[in-house]
């Protein structure tokens, strides 16, 4: 039966399934009696749609609070075990893979270094496909319970109807690269489990704005510093949040190369790879055979050494101009989209922290307007260096709510993943 609005009973239903199950989940342990005025459902639906979700196994009890002068109350939560998620960072140094429960608590992780930033296709899907065997098998956890894999890689997504997600990632050396496809081929997976491939910024983005420093936020800038750099811009109008190519702005006219292949990108100045590039170049000294974070890690100990020693002024002086850079490239975001908030997040934006955060602010103020700059607050994420595979993990999380707490079905092709719909109505409190 379809209503006046083209609804049918069967999407109502769902909407109410979703309605509680996101309320419990975001706010919970709560009452029946409460989840009425919070949902905007009558008790009557209350007490149906919380009857089918315990049904389900996806709600349990949890405890009882006094009532004014009736019988306590029994408190609802979701119960963890109900779903998993698997979330994978593509990152610059590592392929991480990690499994959580429904309510996102991590209960395996498998890590892959990457060998001299190789990006290799063949390589990195067979990361992917080793890292989920190999979590599932920690948890001993059987693949048809899985609700979905996210997956957080560098660069342009885009979703076709007969290759699903497509990889545009200029700066690691991949050109349409049908991902979704190539780990379709061989999965470990069933079909009823789907991938669901963003861009990196954009799950950090989404990881922060549910649960960390943006949450509460309608208008928000996260940033991804790592190697390079990324943004994810959320407003009112983009609540499911969009990767902008902040890092390709361009900073100075025939600047330094850019590893996508332009001149005088932000990337080339402020990320990571650009830092350490530049400090060596003016005489400073790396450690050899590590990774890019043990470099960062001694770049901050010359530039900021312990015990009153002598600092390293080249260091120093490398930072302190990277620092002005990214300001720079944050006033740019604070013109152009007046957010409220700024997060930093990503490996390097959180190992430089307080030690970089004081002059980037400083930058960001001098370089922006005065008005939008005065209403901007600028922090670094609250999430850590997993941020992004729990935003990867929320993917299938959001499909899982859109669906009313329904498991996957078989994917169909289509330029609009249902995941997206869950994204773009789900509102954080």
Known sequence: MTGRNGRTVRDL??????????????????SRFELGPVTGLSSGSVSNVVADLVADGLLEEAGS????????????????????????DVGETRVRVELFDLTLTELARAERPLQQ???????????????????????????????????GVPGIVERTPDRGAVVHGQTIGWDAVPLEELLRR????PDTVPYFIDNGAKTLGQAEMWFGGGRGAGNACVVLFGSGVGACLVTPDVEHGRAVEWGHLTVRVRGRRCRCGALG????????????????????RPPEGGDEESALTAMLAAAYPADGDTADPVALAVLEETAEYLGAGLSDLINLFQPERILIGGWAGLQLGTRF?????????AYALRHPAQKVTVELGRLGPDAVTVGAAILPLADFFARGGRRPEPLPSGPEPAWRTALEERTPH
């Open 65 to 88: 609070v006094d009532s004014d002068g009736g019988r306590p109350r029994t408190l609802l939560r979701v119960a963890p075990a109900s779903g998993h998620m698997i979330g994978v």
């Open 186 to 189: 061989g999965s470990p997976l």
């Open 13 to 30: 239903r769902r909407a109410n399934r979703t309605a509680v199950l996101q309320r419990l989940y975001f706010d919970g342990p709560l």
């Open 117 to 151: 930033r190789r990006y290799e296709v063949d390589g990195i899907v067979g990361h992917i496909r080793d890292g989920v065997a190999e979590v599932l098998a920690a948890a001993d956890l059987s693949p048809e319970r899985l609700l979905g894999v996210g997956i």
């Open 357 to 365: 955060l004081p002059a980037v602010r400083r930058h960001a103020t």
């Open 265 to 284: 990108c932000l990337e080339a100045y402020a990320g990571a790879e650009a830092l350490l590039d530049r400090w060596r170049e003016e005489g400073g």
